[in-house]
């Protein structure tokens, strides 16, 4: 019996030619020696003739008329050419080299405005010349105007540490 | 309403192993693809019927299933430009429609619930875009009777959206397994499963109904 469950939901697909060769011969064989499958399947194939002639009978809409849908449809597809479409879509832009390139060009000006607007717009448009420096700056010029003064800035840093830095042996006993 | 009925280029898997260029109707959306517009109104007349068909039986109504179907339309129109030839046209196209459909039933205010016994009384005469309305009329079609096909549509009505998707795009639209799996995004292990569940639950069910 559970042979038969095996091969019950195949018995359709069998019945109709939709099954692989092997398995089909697999069902073949089952369905030859086991009566209660062979009258199982010819009840589904009587079902299967009698669905199909059924079932085109029940969909056939004699009102339908493919002209009159074709007239309707003609009248939707040139109502749908005037609706407010847009002359272009990234899609066509993107096709075109000069369209890549633009677009290109459209993403990194953006990125650099994002960067701008992130970073402080000084921060860039300072060392161009575009924006004056912040008065402290321009009021200690002295101080700002040797660059080598502010690389020393670390060694000035440490200064208090290097004052703080214990005398050698020799000093301490001069001193002494 | 604009709405997002899947994607509109290649299918994420390429389950159908088939040359799709050597179909007709791909080469059509191609042309579609370069600007032929009669093009899409070739395809849009050839599948309309079938699409607004299978449609009915999600939404119920055929005035409902047309503006779904136009909206499909329309949408493949508008994504012309991502097509990518990678399945049969129809495989394609259903796969959209199936989509639109299970969005359709998933919205509480379209959902499509019909009773055995008001059916008729309910869509037939109240509802002029009803489907009871347009039902079958071929010579073949006339061995089938009213009482059946209202019948086989409450049962059909009443399958998991899954089921009933699979079950219409195989027998339906004769779609394969392969299809099937690639239209409803999902295993072909998983459409064997729902076919097959969706078969036996419509054939007992009708049994019980004609006992």
Known sequence: MSRCQD?????????????PARQHERVSEHVTHCPHCGAEANRLRSAIAWQQHALRAVASLDGVDPLALSARLRRELTAAANDKAPAWSLRDVWGTMLGRLALAGAAVSVAAVVLLLAIGPGMVLMPLGLE???????????FFKDYPLIERLDVLEHFDTVESVPLDDDSASQHG | MQRNFGSAGAFPEASVPLNAEADPDVQLMLAVQRGDRSAFERLFEKHVRGVVGFAAQFVG?????????????????????????????????????????????RRADHRYHVQAGDHLEQHGVDDPGSIPEVATRSSEDALLSQETLS???????????????????????????DEVATALACSVSAVKSLIHRATVTLRDRMQEEQN
């Open chain 1, 7 to 19: 091969f019950r939901e195949d018995l359709t697909a069998w019945a109709e030619g939709q099954l």
């Open chain 1, 132 to 142: 004056a420096p912040p008065p402290a700056v321009t009021q200690q010029t002295d």
């Open chain 2, 61 to 105: 109504t055929r005035a409902r299933a047309e503006e779904l179907a136009q909206d499909v339309f329309l949408q493949i129109y508008r994504t012309r430009a991502r097509y990518v030839p990678s399945a049969r046209f129809t495989t394609w196209l259903y796969r959209m429609v199936t989509n639109a459909c299970l969005s359709e039933v």
């Open chain 2, 151 to 177: 019948r086989l549509r409450v049962v059909l009505a009443d399958l998991p959206p899954q089921q009933r998707a699979a079950l219409l795009l195989a027998r339906l639209e004769g779609l394969s397994y």
